[in-house]
């Protein structure tokens, strides 16, 4: 298994400019979550989903985070409009029901200019 | 509600001594622990965990952690450290009947050859 694949690892973006980041969970995971971590806040939860639905969305900072999960494969979080404080390292994150743990992305690394 | 407190920012810790990362935790009903470790630029990998049974839980790379419930505590212990070893550890703790994990705000572990 390839493991939580994130794309792109690196992103630099204008202020004002539109984001997505990628996600491909592990294959039968059912729970998909997506992270923030930055130095200060350390890591905050920002959306999950299980089945594809979004159960708890109480994370996400304001109007301008949004986040899909289509299918059962794929992910996207999305900012619009970015601003510099959205600059972070952004991880998904997948797991399976049961006393499982997560399995984490690599992550995207986000910098707004 | 659930929470885990980790103590301490950073240890360190002399290659080859014993090590023990501390973390205490609060959950409504039973807890599922965790123990994952973060090397720079990289995403959180999975350590180990407690669901049941043996209060003292084995993982990867020769780390082990004590489950106690009586001081609610699940320390992360090694009994001779790396240089390699060196990296930000976090404590995680979810209630039986959620899926949502509760992280730590991390430990900084510096092994000094």
């Known amino acids: 298994d390839a493991g939580v694949i994130q794309s792109p690892r690196h992103e630099v973006t204008e202020m004002g400019q539109e984001v997505t980041l990628r996600c491909k969970p592990i294959s039968g995971h059912d729970y998909l979550f997506w992270y923030r971590q930055t130095m200060m806040r350390g890591l905050e939860l920002l959306i999950y989903?299980?089945?594809?639905?979004?159960?708890?969305d109480s994370g996400m900072p304001e109007d301008r985070f949004s986040a899909k999960m289509p299918n059962a494969s794929f992910s996207t979080l999305k900012i619009q409009p970015s601003e510099p404080r959205d600059s972070a390292v952004y991880f998904c994150?997948?797991?399976?029901?049961?006393?499982?743990?997560?399995?984490f992305g690599s992550g995207t690394r986000l910098t707004v200019v | 509600a659930q929470s885990v407190a980790q103590p301490e920012d950073q240890v360190n810790v002399a290659e080859g001594n014993p090590l023990t990362v501390k973390c205490t935790y609060s959950?409504?009903?039973?807890?599922?622990l965790f123990w994952y470790v973060q090397y720079p630029n990289r995403g959180l990998q999975f350590l180990l965990k407690?669901?049941?049974?043996?209060?003292l839980v084995k993982g990867s790379y020769g780390f082990e952690a004590e489950f106690n419930k009586s001081q609610t505590s699940f320390h992360l212990k090694k009994p001779s450290a790396l240089v390699s070893d060196s990296a930000l550890y976090f404590c995680?703790?979810?209630?039986?009947?959620?899926?949502?994990?509760?992280f730590g705000i991390g430990t900084k572990l510096q092994v000094i050859p």
């Open positions: 989903f299980n089945n594809n639905v979004p159960i708890d």
């Open positions: 995680a703790v979810r209630d039986i009947g959620y899926q949502k994990v509760t």
């Open positions: 407690y669901i049941t049974g043996d209060n």
């Open positions: 994150a997948s797991s399976r029901t049961g006393p499982y743990g997560y399995t």
């Open positions: 959950v409504s009903g039973n807890p599922y």
